[in-house]
């Protein structure tokens, strides 16, 4: 089984900070974000995942929490998470009252998602010194997993000093332990599976996931935590239309959000080696819907991995067509997905 989630960056009309989309068009943007989004539910896909960037019209969720807190009421089966919520620029304390939140208004369909952010620079510009980044996020994600085990958290260090504070609402045990964490290396990977929690891939090939699911799966195996499929995410860039020609002529016609945002401050396309990694061809799947699912499956057989994060809005794409991908995603793509057969042992790659 393959379960199909949404991801999406939620953009400006406008890439440019220097020519800011008026609010009128801000208000119509987040209008018919949330009647798209809404109607995934209806389309029977499995979730919606949330990006965190800061200081540019890439991505207009800063708060993604706020995002999935909207959608909570007007849903009833998505799940919901976030990759990731950017720990380094966030007081743990609260963020773990927000997931406390979240985990009862949407009526345990929140699944957490953290990350340290897609470089130093959104940190720095908010005031953060580079060398500091990794170790709050460290520190912010001990206070979360403390957190999962006991509402009542101690923790001394260069960054928190808590004794014995209540943080109230408690999330559920079961919803802290689904939290996803976006990862690109094999130290994450190993990182996350030690804690038991998911995994998710962003823009690596498909030579790079294989090892880094292989290295999560050893962890997790270490650590005594049981890992199935549904557990690894694997993040792709998504456009489905009618037939293949129709969806490459969109797709090539269509202005790549990256690549106009390349030296936006803040953005990771700051990152050349990221850069590099963003137009490899394992990160696209475009085509009908019997070629991206034949893609995904094949991928995500590769390295054992149960769940598709379909990047669905990497290019700016008319509302329509953006529309009918995510229908036919929905319709056509995700129930082959489902019944897609996925192994979860560790050396899966070696099968194959």
């Keep these: 089984m393959i379960e199909t989630w949404v991801f999406s960056f939620l953009s400006a009309d406008s890439l440019s900070p220097q020519e800011p989309s008026e609010p009128a068009q801000l208000q119509e943007?987040?209008?018919?974000?949330?009647?798209?989004?809404?109607?995934?539910?209806?389309?029977?896909?499995?979730?919606?995942?949330?990006?965190?960037?800061?200081?540019?019209?890439?991505?207009?969720?800063?708060?993604?929490?706020?995002?999935?807190?909207?959608?909570?009421?007007?849903?009833?089966?998505?799940?919901?998470?976030?990759?990731?919520?950017?720990?380094?620029?966030?007081?743990?304390?609260?963020y773990v009252e927000e997931v406390g939140m979240l985990d009862y208004l949407t009526g345990g369909r929140f699944e957490p998602g953290i990350a340290p952010g897609a470089g130093d620079r959104e940190a720095v510009a908010a005031g953060i010194a580079s060398e500091e980044v990794r170790p709050r996020f460290y520190?912010?994600?001990?206070?979360?997993?403390?957190?999962?085990?006991n509402p009542v958290v101690t923790q001394h260090d260069a960054f928190y000093n808590l004794e014995q504070v209540p943080l109230v609402p408690a999330m559920r045990p079961e919803t802290g332990r689904a939290t996803w964490v976006t990862v690109m290396s094999a130290n994450s990977?190993?990182?996350?599976?030690?804690?038991?929690?998911?995994?998710?891939?962003?823009?690596?090939?498909v030579a790079a996931t294989v090892p880094l699911a292989e290295a999560?799966?050893?962890?997790?195996?270490?650590?005594?935590?049981?890992?199935?499929?549904?557990?690894?995410?694997?993040?792709?860039?998504?456009?489905?239309?009618?037939?293949d020609a129709r969806a490459q002529e969109i797709h090539e016609s269509s202005v790549d959000k990256f690549a106009a945002a390349v030296g936006i401050r803040g953005l990771e396309t700051a990152d050349s080696e990221i850069r590099r990694r963003m137009m490899h061809p394992d990160d696209?799947?475009?085509?009908?819907?019997a070629t991206v699912a034949e893609k995904l499956i094949e991928q995500c057989r590769a390295g054992g991995y149960g769940a598709i994060m379909a990047w669905t809005d990497f290019a700016?794409?008319?509302?329509?067509?953006?529309?009918?991908?995510?229908?036919?995603?929905?319709?056509?793509?995700?129930?082959?997905?489902?019944?897609?057969?996925?192994r979860s042992t560790v050396a899966v790659s070696k099968e194959q």
């Design 29 to 94: 943007t987040f209008d018919r974000y949330l009647e798209l989004w809404t109607r995934c539910d209806q389309l029977g896909l499995d979730g919606l995942a949330f990006a965190e960037h800061h200081f540019n019209p890439m991505c207009l969720t800063p708060s993604p929490h706020l995002m999935v807190a909207a959608l909570a009421s007007r849903t009833k089966n998505l799940r919901f998470t976030t990759l990731g919520s950017v720990l380094p620029l966030h007081d743990a304390r609260r």
């Design 139 to 149: 520190s912010g994600a001990d206070v979360f997993a403390k957190a999962i085990e």
């Design 189 to 205: 990977a190993e990182w996350t599976g030690q804690r038991g929690y998911k995994l998710c891939t962003a823009f690596l090939p």
């Design 216 to 243: 999560y799966r050893a962890a997790a195996d270490a650590a005594g935590h049981q890992v199935d499929p549904t557990m690894l995410g694997l993040r792709r860039r998504v456009f489905v239309a009618e037939a």
């Design 284 to 289: 696209f799947a475009v085509g009908s819907p």
């Design 316 to 342: 700016q794409f008319t509302h329509d067509d953006l529309v009918r991908s995510h229908e036919l995603l929905g319709r056509e793509v995700a129930p082959v997905l489902r019944a897609a057969a996925v």
